[in-house]
């Protein structure tokens, strides 16, 4: 059995309960409307004689896709507020870089990880910078979702929360461009989920920190000397 | 010779129409502009009292299918209303006067009925290349800023003249421009379609002719009456739709029985009109009706968001049969092949640094 003992590991709470929670609701709302979303574009093609009046199933489908996407909003909405009120790893200028040191990091696990320049590994107890620089963009993207789904959904409904989102549709040129748009950027959410859970994979293997993990329990195995850099 | 002026109602009676079909007229069009009951009444006093409206109709690039539509409105009274009697001061297909005379008579209108005329443009207006459309030597950009100055209202009817149509279809070679973007600080109201319904176009001309105000538009200027809903929503085969019940090709079982045509690229989803309400030809039957997707004819830009007949529109920059979903499934592919090319590289080029860690434990352990 191979065993390593670290003398020196320390044990860090990063990932607070409304964070995982955030995590797990957010990554189950994107596959459920990836995969309702993908059908409602590209229905499979049934062939039957039934009437139309005995089955409804395309309907619920749609209904779900509805039903993810308001509880998909809420949590962003949650999660953005907590970009305020949470821990250091939770705060929103860990997805902005705005100091230059932020973009040096950057720049490091860009060479480090993803060019494999040197065969260090870079030391970070919450997100690291590229990382979070790229949720920023995740953030943008569940924001114009949200405008052109809401947008789209605002014709077919009479409640007033779609309808704060109405303008961005005559603003894409009207409902097709901005159905389309919506569907373009479902690629991005798919994309986007395969490099992220190799990179959660990646890390965990090379650093051996419980990356994983972390986002089910909230804890992260920190070297020692690595904490108190910050 | 002072002759008193009629009213709108005594010019119809006078054309030989009983109170009667003025009356089926009146109802007809509130029903049309969704009024209530009491709306009926307004609009049969309001056409008793006022007088007639001039008229000035341009044509400017199109194909003169709002004309024509017009002229089939299923109500015999609509296109002697405008046609005759809210009068045409100036349209180049119908009028009888031709050259200098129509010059002529377009001028006097401008000048004696200068802020009252209401103005109607069928057509997009060149941009670009003026010389694309000129009338009696003058270029359509030219005509419709001078026309528009004194005008109360602008109509602009149909694609061409809402949002440019076919002409404004890349790479729009004359620069093609609907009314709105070469024309501001007036209100123009946008009557959508490749040609509008003619029961539409008669209804918004009996909104501004009833209330003298320009009926509530939505956000692209169409009026709300006829454009708040989508056609997919006023669709008789909308249930198919609901249980998923599709047509596959145009020759299968599934378009015998009169599924719904959303596969078949079918725009009802994303196109705002009331088609499905309305419908065309004194209400006989509309294009879905017909056993044809709609193309989306009543929204901006309809024949760039092709290929008509498939549902995604193709991506931009890539042929035309290809899809977000192809690209989307190329570029899944590709990242798929670039993390396992990460990942080999990983377990090579960090392999010491992996070992390295527990070759230095099994050191420490002995």
């Not at chain 2, 950009?141 to 279809?169: D, H, M, R, T």
């Not at chain 2, 997707?293 to 991506?315: K, M, R, T, V």
Request: hydrophobic share 40%.
């Amino acid at each position: 059995m191979e065993t390593v003992k670290q003398k020196t590991i320390k044990e860090v709470y990063v990932w607070e309960l409304p964070v995982r929670f955030y995590h797990w609701i957010n990554a189950l709302c994107i596959v459920v409307l990836s995969v309702t979303g993908y059908l409602i574009g590209r229905p499979p093609a049934l062939q039957s004689a039934a009437e139309a009046s005995f089955s409804y199933w395309f309907g619920w489908i749609r209904f779900i896709h509805f039903v993810a996407a308001f509880v998909f909003f809420f949590n962003f909405v949650l999660r953005t507020y907590w970009g305020f009120v949470g821990n250091k790893y939770a705060q929103w200028y860990n997805f902005i870089p705005l100091k230059k040191s932020q973009w040096e990091e950057l720049f490091n696990v860009l060479k480090v990880d993803i060019l494999q320049l040197t065969t260090k590994s870079i030391p970070s107890i919450g997100h690291n910078m590229l990382a979070g620089f790229t949720y920023f963009f995740t953030f943008l993207a569940f924001l114009l979702q949200s405008l052109t789904g809401f947008g789209l959904y605002a014709a077919m409904s009479d409640s007033w929360f779609p309808k704060l989102f109405s303008w961005i549709v005559p603003l894409l040129g009207g409902d097709l461009p901005a159905r389309n748009f919506h569907h373009i950027l479902m690629w991005f959410f798919i994309i986007f989920a395969m490099i992220h859970i190799y990179l959660v994979f990646y890390h965990d293997y090379i650093e051996r920190n419980g990356l994983t993990s972390s986002m089910i329990g909230g804890w992260k195995f920190v070297k020692q000397d690595e904490d108190d850099k910050e | 010779m002072t002759k008193k002026k009629a009213t709108i109602y005594e010019e119809i009676r006078a054309k030989g129409h009983s109170r009667r079909d003025f009356l089926k007229f009146c109802t007809t069009m509130s029903v049309m502009l969704g009024l209530e009951t009491s709306g009926v009444t307004q609009i049969t006093k309001a056409l008793e009292k006022k007088h007639r409206i001039p008229v000035i109709w341009m044509h400017f690039q199109e194909c003169t299918c709002c004309s024509e539509s017009f002229i089939r409105s299923s109500h015999p009274i609509v296109a002697d209303i405008v046609l005759d009697k809210i009068s045409l001061d100036y349209t180049e297909t119908l009028m009888a006067a031709s050259g200098h005379q129509a010059e002529k008579s377009l001028h006097d209108t401008m000048e004696k009925y200068h802020g009252e005329y209401l103005l109607m443009v069928e057509g997009s207006i060149p941009a670009k290349d003026e010389a694309f459309c000129c009338i009696g030597g003058r270029s359509a950009l030219e005509i419709l800023k001078e026309v528009s100055e004194g005008a109360k209202a602008i109509i602009a009817w149909g694609n061409c003249a809402s949002s440019g149509c076919v002409q404004a279809a890349s790479p729009n070679p004359t620069g093609a421009q609907p009314v709105h973007k070469v024309i501001k600080g007036k209100p123009i109201i946008n009557v959508q379609g490749c040609p509008p319904i003619a029961e539409v176009m008669a209804g918004v001309v009996v909104h501004l002719l009833a209330f003298e105000r320009i009926p509530q538009l939505d956000s692209l200027g169409r009026p709300k009456a006829f454009y708040s809903r989508r056609v997919h929503d006023t669709c008789y085969r909308r249930p198919n739709y609901d249980a998923g019940l599709f047509v596959e090709s145009f020759d299968d079982e599934n378009a015998k029985r009169g599924y719904c045509l959303y596969k078949m690229g079918c725009r009802g989803p994303n196109t705002y009109n009331s088609c499905g309400v309305i419908k065309w030809n004194n209400g006989v039957s509309y294009p879905i009706q017909s056993g044809h997707p709609c193309i989306g004819c009543s929204e901006a830009n309809f024949w760039d968001n092709g290929p008509f007949y498939q549902h995604l529109q193709s991506f931009p920059g890539f042929g035309i049969e290809t899809t977000a979903d192809k690209i989307g499934v190329g570029l899944g592919i590709a990242t798929g092949a670039g993390i396992a090319a990460h990942a080999i590289s990983t377990n090579i080029r960090k392999r010491k640094m992996l070992q390295k860690g527990l070759k230095e434990n099994k050191t420490e352990n002995k």
